[in-house]
């Protein structure tokens, strides 16, 4: 039998809190999730959360830094399997708001992290405002789109997709209804950075 190191254990530790936490967060909320239903669904007590993450909210901060690499990811394979490289950023802001439907990112990243934060945590926002970045320069280069300050206009177009994604996912709302106003918004957003 192979003994595990302390850093093994450690990494299983928290992997086995953050998977409890992602599903009583997208099942109950994170203000109904209770952190020793999240600690004893695994077998661990409330000692060993605060051990980790030292609170509830920086196991939520943990959930949403997972979420949001898997969100990236994703949104990177949409825009990679596009004919060219414009219909892939298209297809990558585009997928971005419907991925506020999707009832797990809509209840912890676009609601949870709201009322918590405020926002989407910093780092997740500084990743995402970086990729738009440097697709828009790669875009500029080849021509597509016009010239313009490549990180302002990657924070403008960030801010708009976040918000928009918010507004979908608002509690008692249509997010249906409201996917395809913002999507409808988000092309004529998008036909504007094109160059003429």
Known sequence: MTRRSRSQMVEETRAKLIAAARVAFAEHGYAH??????????????????????SKEKLLVAVID???????RRLQEIADAAPTPWEGFRRRCRA???????PENRRIILQDARAVFGDV??????????????????LMEDGTVAPVHAGVAARMLYGAVTEASFWIAEPDSDPP????????????????????
């Open 66 to 72: 997972q979420m949001e690499g898997e969100l990236a």
């Open 121 to 138: 945590p910093q780092r997740n926002q500084d990743t995402g405002v970086a990729s738009l970045e440097a697709a828009l320069r790669a």
């Open 96 to 102: 971005y708001l419907e991925l506020a439907l999707v």
């Open 177 to 196: 209804e409201r996917l395809a106003v913002s999507l409808d918004a988000l092309d004529k957003l998008l036909d504007g950075l094109l160059a003429r």
């Open 33 to 54: 999730a209770w952190m020793d239903d999240i600690t004893g669904s695994v077998g661990l007590t409330r000692g060993a959360l605060y051990h980790h993450f030292g």
